[in-house]
């Protein structure tokens, strides 16, 4: 098999095995969950974006024009659904903003940006179509991986600078997991960085095996999160049970 082959077998792995995580964790116990369902919009979001990739890899859609050139920018949502997860789990949401109705809006603009471009150029024969569009999703994708590092970088700060608002969590739970999420995914970011800066030095052409390395680290670190969360929740309301019971 080659790199390629085995990349987009990883890509339909993943995904399969991401929706069959979303549905378990849907019907579990701890499913409804606020933080919970965030953490299966995190996995969901990146599943999405595998199985969606794997599709257009495939070309399954090169005879339909709109089908083949409109890609849904699923990574836009992933920051967001960390932090919305965090100010949950942290039980900090009545304290902080809830930034989905910004990031809602902007998600849906971009949509309409992208279906606009496509259908502008639909009806024309030519053979720069795919290098505009390449050209243009760059120049989305560097927006999203802007508010992507602002909505990071305000969630390290909520857990790093306002622990008065959460202590009571502290005494159940030290949140080293969560902070290596952080230094995990500040590693994503300079792959997704590198990544963006070959695609641009490449002139928008031939830079897709430059995504391979953010794209299994993101999958990978988004699962172990899901997974994390799945047993530290557990084990948070465990100690709280047990402490009532002491009590």
């Not at 399954?60 to 409109?70: A, N, Q």
């Not at 809006?105 to 471009?117: E, K, N, Q």
């Not at 008065?164 to 999420?181: G, Q």
């Amino acid at each position: 098999m080659t790199i390629q082959e085995i990349f987009n077998l990883f890509l339909l792995v993943s995904a399969l095995h991401g929706f069959l995580f979303c549905f378990l964790i849907l019907f579990s116990k701890n499913g409804r969950e606020k933080s919970m369902v965030f953490i299966n919009l995190l996995v969901l979001t990146i599943s999405l974006n595998n199985i969606q990739s794997w599709i257009l890899t495939k070309n399954f859609f090169i005879e339909y024009f709109f089908l083949d050139y409109v890609h849904i920018p699923w990574h836009f949502f992933i920051a967001p659904f960390f932090y919305m997860f965090l100010i949950h789990y942290l039980d900090i949401r009545k304290q902080s903003k809830n930034i989905l109705k910004i990031i809602i809006p902007i998600f849906i603009v971009l949509i309409t940006i992208r279906i606009s471009f496509v259908s502008f150029f639909s009806d024309k024969n030519t053979a720069d179509i795919a290098y505009l569009f390449e050209k243009y999703t760059t120049f989305e994708e560097i927006f999203s991986l802007l508010v992507s590092l602002s909505v990071f970088g305000y969630s390290f700060h909520i857990l790093s600078r306002k622990e008065k608002l959460f202590s009571k969590v502290l005494s159940f739970d030290n949140l080293k997991w969560i902070y290596t999420f952080f230094k995990l995914g500040l590693f994503t970011y300079v792959f997704w960085i590198v990544a963006l800066a070959i695609t641009v030095a490449l002139n928008f052409t031939e830079f897709i095996y430059s995504y391979y390395p953010l794209r299994i680290l993101t999958t990978v670190l988004i699962y172990w999160i899901g997974y994390q969360a799945i047993i530290q929740l557990r084990l948070l309301k465990e100690r709280k049970d047990l402490r009532k019971k002491l009590a």
